[in-house]
């Protein structure tokens, strides 16, 4: 039997789910590093062997086999800033180079929202970076083409509020924190509460720790009328709500 696919798309969520057991998770994105590595200095001969199409063809055309090199580097940049967004704990840190990259090739009038929250995120511990960091989300919120779901955009906003609230800047953290909150009071179903809980609090910090976002007590109030259920399979766990 043949092993998981690593540059299936599904992939990462092998990681956020635990399929692939936290102390596993590292040599899967060491083998991803190597294939990328690969992909970027191989000969036609190889990439042949590798079987992209435009290596394949008689007479090699030297420009479609680059484009598809590029294309294959671009699926492997944007599945490796995943797979460290979703290790566990996250090392979302590192993935700086790979979403540069990603945004880079992705420029256009509307860019794409989700890069560059993930990027926001990856800064957003980064000493001095945090102006950086609170326009990239500001401007992804802004212009974005709309495509970041509820778990990309409630974990970013909750970051980058962490981070504004470390350095005193209570407002701009207390506006993105109400985005949030307004969000989970109007959406009693949007996901389970373990899940909620895991998106707007920091993994590196202990289960105590203050939280604005869990703190409030219309989040409070909310997450204590849910009753989580548990997993049922591919639909995941299932939230019964009263009140």
Request: hydrophobic letters at 40%; aromatic letters at 6%; one cysteine or more.
């Amino acid at each position: 039997m043949s092993g998981p696919n690593i540059l299936d798309p599904s992939f990462p969520r092998y990681f956020q789910e635990g399929v692939v057991p936290p102390e596993e998770q590292p040599r899967f994105v060491t083998a991803l590093k190597e294939m990328m590595d690969s992909a970027r200095t191989a000969s036609v001969e190889k990439l042949a062997e590798l079987h992209l199409p435009a290596a394949l063809e008689k007479p090699i055309d030297a420009a479609k086999v680059e484009a598809e090199r590029a294309q294959v580097l671009d699926t492997c940049n944007w599945q490796m800033a995943n797979l460290l967004r979703y290790s566990q704990p996250t090392r979302i840190y590192e993935a700086e180079p790979y979403l540069r990259a990603v945004i880079d090739g992705h420029k256009g009038p509307t860019p794409e929202d989700t890069p560059a929250m993930l990027l926001a995120v990856a800064l957003h511990k980064n000493e001095g970076r945090e102006d950086e960091a609170y326009k990239i989300l500001k401007d992804a919120m802004e212009r974005g083409d709309g495509g970041a779901g509820p778990y990309t955009f409630l974990w970013a906003k909750a970051a980058i509020a962490r981070m504004l609230r470390r350095v005193k800047r209570d407002d701009e953290a207390k506006e993105l924190e109400e985005e949030v909150i307004d969000w989970i009071k109007w959406h009693p179903y949007g996901m389970p509460p373990s899940r909620l809980r895991s998106l707007v609090t920091d993994d590196a910090e202990p289960d105590d720790a203050p939280n604005a976002i869990l703190d409030d007590p219309r989040v409070k109030e909310q997450l204590g009328n849910a009753v989580e259920l548990p997993s049922m399979g591919m639909f995941g766990p299932a939230v019964i709500h009263f009140g």
